[in-house]
């Protein structure tokens, strides 16, 4: 089983990476959080590292959707970015796939690598404090 780890350590500036194929009930956890984050009230912004995601069921790329939707307006209030870090074009696509059917509120980048997605998210979080 696949786990999600959460890391708040340099807040505002929050981390994510998933490790191998989370069940459902990982999988709620982790959309908990990040709904928890959302509405803290407190601008941040989040690199999710998705490289070894695996394959992620549609039940759970619906969680995602209904995630986006359901805080739409914390994310838009709170979260400056998030960095999304692939390992392949599959996972790229499906992300695409998700953002056509539920746009996402916030700025949104595909990376490949940690340093990148790191920079462009202290960016957002900077020009988001300044707004």
Same mark, same amino acid.
């Given at each position: 089983? *696949?786990? +999600?780890?959460?890391?708040?350590?340099?807040?505002? =500036? /929050?981390? /994510?990476?998933?490790?191998?194929?989370?069940?459902?009930?990982?999988?709620?956890?982790? %959309?908990?959080?990040?709904?928890?984050?959302?509405?803290?009230?407190?601008?941040? *912004?989040?690199?999710?590292?998705?490289?070894?995601?695996?394959? +992620?069921?549609?039940?759970?790329?619906?969680?995602? /959707?209904?995630?986006?939707?359901?805080?739409?307006?914390?994310?838009?209030?709170?979260?400056?970015? *998030?960095? =999304?870090?692939?390992?392949?074009? %599959?996972?790229?696509? =499906?992300?695409?796939?998700?953002?056509?059917?539920?746009?996402?509120?916030?700025? +949104?980048?595909?990376?490949?690598? =940690?340093?990148?997605?790191?920079?462009?998210?202290?960016?957002?979080? +900077?020009?988001?404090?300044?707004?």
């Amino acid at each position: 089983m *696949g786990q +999600v780890v959460f890391d708040e350590r340099e807040k505002p =500036l /929050m981390r /994510m990476a998933y490790q191998g194929v989370p069940d459902d009930a990982e999988w709620q956890r982790h %959309l908990e959080v990040m709904s928890d984050w959302a509405r803290r009230g407190e601008i941040y *912004g989040v690199v999710i590292d998705a490289r070894e995601v695996g394959r +992620v069921s549609a039940t759970q790329r619906r969680g995602i /959707m209904d995630w986006i939707t359901n805080d739409k307006q914390h994310l838009r209030a709170n979260c400056a970015g *998030g960095a =999304l870090i692939f390992a392949s074009p %599959l996972q790229q696509g =499906l992300w695409t796939a998700i953002s056509w059917v539920t746009p996402s509120p916030i700025p +949104v980048k595909m990376f490949s690598d =940690l340093a990148s997605a790191e920079a462009w998210v202290r960016a957002q979080i +900077v020009e988001k404090q300044a707004s």
